[in-house]
């Protein structure tokens, strides 16, 4: 059984700064491709950012050049920077992979809130 075990959001005020994680376990499993993906209250799930194994990311537009995605392939973890956050960057943040086999697995979610 895969699961994954999300860490580090919290309150911050906007500008400012949060890093998050998110550790998958599971035996054997090897994982294709790991993403990021936020929901605002009232609002659909919406894509953040990914990263596949080679390590090459990619970015939704919202959040190019203040958000940083990597990748741990050793510790079947990946990383979110989160700089120069604004309020309308608060939601519930999860983590999602995808293994080799095609099989995908969601994190439980992290509060990220970004107020003054």
């Known amino acids: 059984q895969v699961q994954l075990v999300e860490s580090g959001g919290g309150l911050v005020q906007p500008g400012g700064s949060l890093a998050l994680s998110c550790a998958a376990s599971?035996?054997?499993?090897?994982?294709?491709?790991m993403d990021w993906f936020r929901q605002a209250s009232g609002k659909q799930r919406e894509w953040v950012t990914g990263?596949?194994?080679?390590?090459?990311?990619s970015y939704a537009g919202s959040v190019k050049g203040r958000f940083t995605i990597s990748r741990d392939n050793a510790k079947n973890t990946m990383y979110l920077q989160m700089n120069s956050l604004k309020p309308e960057d608060t939601a519930v943040y999860y983590c999602?992979?995808?293994?080799?086999?095609?099989?995908?697995?969601w994190g439980q979610g992290t509060q990220v809130t970004v107020s003054s």
């Open positions: 990263i596949n194994r080679g390590g090459r990311p």
């Open positions: 999602r992979i995808m293994t080799m086999m095609a099989k995908v697995y």
């Open positions: 599971g035996s054997g499993i090897s994982i294709n491709t």
